[in-house]
Structures are given as C-alpha cells and as structure tokens.
C-alpha cells in the first residue's frame, strides 16, 4: 500500500514559478513510479510528468516541457515538480500518483492517488 500527500499548490502571476511536492510512503517507494496529473473541473484528468522509481527516466508532456522539471529523493520518500514560466492555463487541481514498477502517461494505469493541491496562475 503506498499513501501520497501533495504540497506546494497556491497563487502565482503568469511567469513566475512553484514547487510542488508529493510525500510517498509505504514500503519499497523506489519499486514505484510517480507521475504528476492536473484537472480542471468538467474536464478529464491530464499528464503533466512522470519519473521511474529509481528516477533515471522522466517523461513530460510536451507543453511542459521545458518549464516543467520532476525530479524525487528516495531516501526521503520525496516527489517533486518545479514548475517554472507559469501561464494561466496551467491554472488546475495539481495530482500526483503511484504505479508499481514502469512509469506510465496513462492516468487509468496508476493505482494510488493523492488529494490534490490547487496551482492558480493569474494573468
């Protein structure tokens, strides 16, 4: 059973930046992948970024890409997505999820989930 906690969420103009974190506990947390998620309401769930559980491999969704960086600290059981250059599209409920094993950008192939941290981005 793995257990995931968001922080960081808040408000920021357009252009500026916020770090996100996800606490994972539960046993063996590098045996999992961790991905981050957003979702707006009335709209489906969204990829943001994904990491191995050894954090060798990471994967973006191409908008973010470039602004975007996921990165995690297993010896503290950490997840963190620095998110920079922020537009207000970017505005959503910001998730992050676990999966044993290989990293996927499919939100159906994640099994835990965290309660989500509100990023609001003024224009």
């Known amino acids: 059973q793995v257990q995931l906690v968001e922080s960081g969420g808040g408000l920021v103009q357009a252009g500026g930046s916020l770090r996100l974190s996800c606490a994972v506990s539960?046993?063996?947390?590098?045996?999992?992948?961790v991905a981050w998620f957003r979702q707006n309401p009335g709209k489906e769930r969204e990829f943001v970024a994904t990491?191995?559980?050894?954090?060798?491999?990471?994967y973006y969704a191409n908008s973010m890409k470039g602004r975007f960086t996921i990165s995690r600290d297993n010896a503290k059981s950490a997840v963190t997505l620095q998110m920079n250059s922020l537009k207000p599209e970017d505005t959503a409920i910001y998730y992050c999820?676990?999966?044993?094993?290989?990293?996927?950008?499919?939100?159906?192939?994640?099994?835990?989930w965290g309660q989500g941290t509100q990023v609001t981005v003024s224009s």
């Open positions: 990491i191995s559980g050894t954090g060798i491999n990471t």
């Open positions: 539960g046993r063996t947390v590098n045996r999992y992948a």
């Open positions: 999820a676990a999966r044993a094993f290989s990293a996927s950008t499919t939100v159906g192939d994640y099994d835990y």
